[in-house]
T-cell receptor, first 114, second 111 residues
Framework: DAMVIQNPRYQVTQFGKPVTLSCSQT?????MYWYQQKSSQAPKLLFH???????NEADTPDNFQSRRPNTSFCFLDIRSPGLGDAAMYLC?????????????FGPGTRLTVT | RKEVEQDPGPFNVPEGATVAFNCTYS??????FFWYRQDCRKEPKLLMS???SGNEDGRFTAQLNRASQYISLLIRDSKLSDSATYLC????????????FGRGTSLIVHP
């Protein structure tokens, strides 16, 4: 089945220790998104890619970086995680960049910072 | 004014009840509209796209009112398994094609 896969599902890191979250998709979608979601809040968009074209949300902290080496894979790097970065990180894809299509979400990576 | 607004609830209803949620959006040029369901500690999953003519899928009916800039979701004959958070998503709400999420409406269906 075509899908969006995220690894790991659960990640525990220490305060200040870099961490990388990965996302892969078999849907061959052009657009990939990274969201941060905290408890009882809406997903908050961090970045998105339209093909290799990178778009950073204005309020995304510099501590967060992203890479998309090819159509299938996307990575989220957190350079120096703080306690406030503990959250669910969701990767999503959509077919196009014109906003007509729905998003497909991966199962998320739950990040704990100790 | 927020770009996409939802009443967070919770809506607490008995099994078998009919419940409706609304979601308002601020940008009249918004292009496409969706309802997602999110269970606790899980990812959002598409429930329905919302079309201008309205659409129905079993017990679920979604409608779009462009004049008043809101979408609605109606759930008939509520089941315990309908308990979840329902997220409204509007593409183009912020002036670009990027999806904008409402904060979600919590539904609790009790026996």
């Amino acid at each position: 089945d075509a899908m969006v896969i995220q690894n790991p599902r659960y990640q525990v890191t220490q305060f200040g220790k870099p961490v990388t979250l990965s996302c892969s998709q078999t849907l061959n979608h052009n657009v990939m998104y990274w969201y941060q979601q905290k408890s009882s809040q809406a997903p908050k968009l961090l970045f998105h890619y339209y093909d290799k074209d990178f778009n950073n949300e204005a309020d995304t902290p510099d501590n967060f970086q992203s890479r998309r080496p090819n159509t299938s894979f996307c990575f989220l790097d957190i350079r120096s995680p703080g306690l406030g970065d503990a959250a669910m990180y969701l990767c999503a894809t959509s077919r196009d960049g014109q906003g007509f299509y729905e998003q497909y979400f991966g199962p998320g990576t739950r990040l704990t910072v100790t | 004014r927020k770009e996409v607004e939802q009443d967070p609830g919770p809506f607490n209803v008995p099994e078998g009840a009919t419940v409706a949620f609304n979601c308002t959006y601020s940008n009249s040029a918004s292009q496409s509209f969706f309802w997602y369901r999110q269970d606790c500690r899980k990812e959002p999953k598409l429930l329905m796209s919302v079309y201008s003519s309205g659409n129905e899928d079993g017990r679920f009916t979604a409608q779009l009112n462009r004049a008043s800039q809101y979408i609605s979701l109606l759930i008939r004959d509520s089941k315990l398994s309908d308990s979840a958070t329902y997220l409204c998503v509007v593409n183009g709400a912020g002036g670009s094609y990027i999806p904008t999420f409402g904060r979600g409406t919590s539904l609790i269906v009790h026996p």
